[in-house]
């Protein structure tokens, strides 16, 4: 059974720095860009950033672009994602998440999702 699952979440003061993980299990998922979302209280589901199957391209939401970095290991099957400079509107629960197609740069098209964590800036 494939399976994503985040990691990483908590409280942290405005300024502060998190570090999110997401480890697949199930089968690998080398070959399919995969991402972040979220989806802050009351508010609509968001991309966050994402990252290509190879590695090379990165996309990030006007809003983090600059404090949130996305990155992958292949080797251990995981996505991360450093978040940086938090603040308060970053307050969310953070969904990973893989493309359903392989080998794109983008990920337009998500197939698996992981269940959420949690993560709340305090000002």
């Known amino acids: 059974q494939e399976q994503l699952v985040e990691s990483g979440g908590g409280l942290v003061q405005a300024g502060g720095s998190l570090r999110l993980s997401c480890a697949a299990s199930g089968r690998t998922f080398t070959d399919y860009a995969m991402g972040w979302f979220r989806r802050a209280p009351g508010k609509e589901r968001e991309l966050v950033a994402t990252?290509?199957?190879?590695?090379?391209?990165?996309y990030y939401a006007n809003s983090v672009k600059g404090r949130f970095t996305i990155s992958r290991d292949d080797a251990k099957n995981t996505i991360s994602l450093q978040m940086n400079s938090l603040r308060p509107e970053d307050t969310a629960v953070y969904y990973c998440?893989?493309?359903?197609?392989?080998?794109?740069?983008?990920?337009?098209?998500?197939?698996?999702w992981g269940q959420g964590t949690l993560v709340t800036v305090s000002s």
């Open positions: 998440a893989a493309n359903s197609l392989r080998h794109t740069t983008v990920l337009a098209s998500p197939g698996a």
């Open positions: 990252i290509s199957w190879s590695g090379g391209q990165t």
